[in-house]
């Protein structure tokens, strides 16, 4: 079956880095786009980051531009997402997110189970 390991949240500083991780098995990840999410209580969950299946391309929400990067391992089947100069408004819980569009059938997607992330002095 699909199973995530989400790894590499915790607690940082302002300023600070943190680097969060998905290792991913039980679907064929090197043909499945990969995205960040994150979420806070009381808000709707937040796209962060896409990396196309084969690395090429990434794409990223307006607010972690030029801060976050977001790689992939597909001989590792892991999605990474670099995180330096964290904000306290990035404090939250990142989801790993695996998705691929089935033509006659439409998006196919798994989550992972979320990692949580605070960035507090």
């Known amino acids: 079956q699909v199973q995530f390991v989400e790894s590499g949240g915790g607690l940082a500083q302002p300023g600070g880095s943190l680097r969060v991780s998905c290792v991913a098995s039980g679907f064929t990840f090197k043909s499945f786009g990969m995205s960040w999410y994150r979420q806070v209580p009381g808000k709707e969950r937040e796209w962060v980051a896409t990396?196309?299946?084969?690395?090429?391309?990434?794409n990223y929400v307006d607010s972690v531009k030029g801060r976050f990067t977001i790689s992939r391992d597909n001989a590792k089947n892991t999605v990474n997402l670099q995180m330096n100069n964290l904000k306290p408004e990035d404090t939250a819980v990142y989801y790993c997110?695996?998705?691929?569009?089935?033509?006659?059938?439409?998006?196919?997607?798994?989550w992972g189970q979320g990692t949580q992330v605070t960035v507090s002095s």
């Open positions: 990396i196309t299946p084969t690395g090429d391309t990434t």
């Open positions: 997110k695996a998705e691929k569009f089935l033509s006659g059938s439409g998006w196919m997607d798994y």
